[in-house]
């Protein structure tokens, strides 16, 4: 039985340090692991953001491979070191290909490589898409629960974009005992859109479910509202559809023209990644020329020095940190390995000593 890759087990009996074990774990062992784990998994990403807040991490710029032949498509790689219990460092690549949705097979493809904190060897490789979506959802449903303490829980979502991301959102909510009395679904392909909603109703979502004829429709009837498209740029202009100050769970960081945003509080979990890539916030900051339209970022709200206004539009606006994925790679490769049921790649390493 292999078990997990603990800080005694990097030394060998005489004191020195040693190679860990390579492994690879593929995306069913992933999702055998996180399913049904939401409320874990939620905990596991807030706690990752304590520690981003604390300083005890490092998590530099994402860096984007864009094609010239391809420009709608990108890979992009995620690096980041976790401290706290983790202790790991590593890299995501995360690739987004929005053509293969016509080819009917995701948009997304991801792994994760783990790190040894001590020696810097990889010890896991893991299939990420999973990895990368859950930890998306655990941050939206984390955001939703925080910028929705001081009010009402709201009783109507709508749903922006109907892909992946936004069926793992609504499993997260459910998962952590949020129930609406209506869902609206708006995707600018109506299939799309008829597909989540059979998708929200055979997982015996509660309430009503409907599919909205424009995103207009789905932000005024809706208290709580995801974005999560694929979109490059601003196509919500009109700050009067958020009059009735939802908190807007800005998944996709491009919807929102920057009228909207300095009509509403933003929160991000990031100040300096978030203002970056031609996101809604950066857009805002070049058409300003500051950044006095943040109030602050989820770690702020949580420790309690933000409290996010009941008399106008909240908007979360997480850019994805690397740590997140840690977090979670890390969680997934720790109950492997203590179920033995870790796949290890023998003499993975094989050039281990220096003259041969």
Wanted: hydrophobic share 40%; proline share 6%.
């Amino acid at each position: 039985m292999t078990t997990a890759y603990s800080p005694t087990a990097r030394f060998t009996p005489s004191g020195t340090l040693r190679v860990p074990p390579f492994a690879v774990i593929s995306g069913a062992q992933v999702r055998g692991v996180l399913q049904g784990q939401e409320q874990r998994i939620v905990r596991l990403v807030e706690d990752a953001y304590r520690l981003h807040a604390e300083g005890d991490s490092v998590n530099p710029p994402s860096y984007f491979l864009r094609f010239d032949d391809r420009p709608a498509s990108r890979i992009i790689a995620l690096p980041a070191s976790l401290g706290g219990e983790t202790r790991v460092d590593g890299l995501k690549w995360i690739s987004s290909f929005p053509q293969n949705v016509a080819a009917g097979i995701p948009r997304a493809s991801a792994v994760l490589i783990l790190n040894d904190h001590d020696t810097g060897y990889p010890f896991a490789c893991l299939e990420s898409s999973i990895i990368s979506a859950s930890r998306t959802a655990a941050s939206a449903s984390l955001a939703a629960d925080r910028l929705t303490r001081n009010g009402p829980r709201p009783a109507n979502v709508g749903f922006v974009g109907t892909g992946l991301i936004a069926r793992y959102i609504h499993t997260f909510l459910a998962g952590t005992g949020w129930s609406f009395e209506n869902t609206g679904v708006f995707d600018l392909s109506r299939e799309n859109a008829a597909a989540f909603r059979c998708c929200l109703e055979q997982s015996g979502a509660a309430g009503h479910i409907t599919v909205h004829d424009s995103a207009e429709q789905v932000i005024r009837l809706s208290d709580l509202v995801v974005f999560a498209t694929v979109a490059a740029r601003p196509h919500i202009h009109d700050p009067a559809w958020f009059a009735h100050a939802p908190v807007v769970l800005h998944v996709s960081l491009r919807d929102l023209a920057p009228a909207v945003l300095l009509a509403s509080a933003n929160i991000v979990d990031d100040v300096e990644h978030c203002l970056r890539a031609d996101t809604s916030p950066h857009l805002t900051e070049q058409l300003t020329g500051n950044r006095r339209f943040l109030d602050g970022t989820l770690a702020d709200v949580m420790g309690g020095l933000v409290t996010p206004p009941a008399d106008r539009p909240v908007v979360f606006s997480p850019f994805g940190l690397g740590v997140l994925d840690l977090a979670l790679g890390k969680y997934v490769y720790d109950r492997l390995a203590d179920s033995g049921e870790l796949h290890v790649v023998d003499d993975f390493f094989h050039e281990l000593n220096r003259y041969g």
